[in-house]
């Protein structure tokens, strides 16, 4: 059964073509690393809430955007594996790929797939 890491971060507006190329280099080597897609978007229509939202997850400021982004890989054995290789790989590490936005604001955790039509 497929697997879903799953990503929640802020972004600074003026960062989104750092993000950018930041996602394209990221997803070539978790491919690599046998991820089967890598899926990145940009906020669009993300309201804020009253008792929760994204915005408020990732403590969103004004000059920011919400990104929300997902990882399909082939099982969660593959996932435990690619992620041992992606924290081994140089090109993931910080001095080499920096992260464009707050990494201590970014929320993310692996799901089991319940239904995929």
């Known amino acids: ?12 507006n003026e960062n989104k073509e ?7 280099a990221s997803a070539v080597v978790f491919k690599e690393h046998g991820a ?3 899926v990145e978007t940009w906020q669009d229509d993300v ?3 009253e ?3 994204f915005p ?9 955007s919400v990104v929300f982004s997902w990882i399909i890989w082939p099982s969660k054995e593959t996932r435990e594996a690619g992620w041992q290789a992606l924290i081994e790989d140089p090109r993931m590490d910080p001095e080499n790929c920096p992260m464009p936005f707050d990494g201590k604001r970014l929320i ?3 799901f ?6």
């Open 112 to 117: 089991n797939i319940l239904l995929d039509e």
């Open 1 to 12: 059964m497929s697997y879903v890491d799953g990503f929640v971060a802020a972004v600074p």
């Open 36 to 38: 089967l897609k890598v």
């Open 47 to 49: 309201p804020d809430g």
């Open 18 to 24: 750092k993000y950018i190329e930041h996602a394209k």
């Open 56 to 64: 408020m997850a990732v403590k969103r400021e004004a000059n920011e």
């Open 108 to 110: 993310y955790g692996g």
């Open 51 to 53: 008792i929760t939202s």
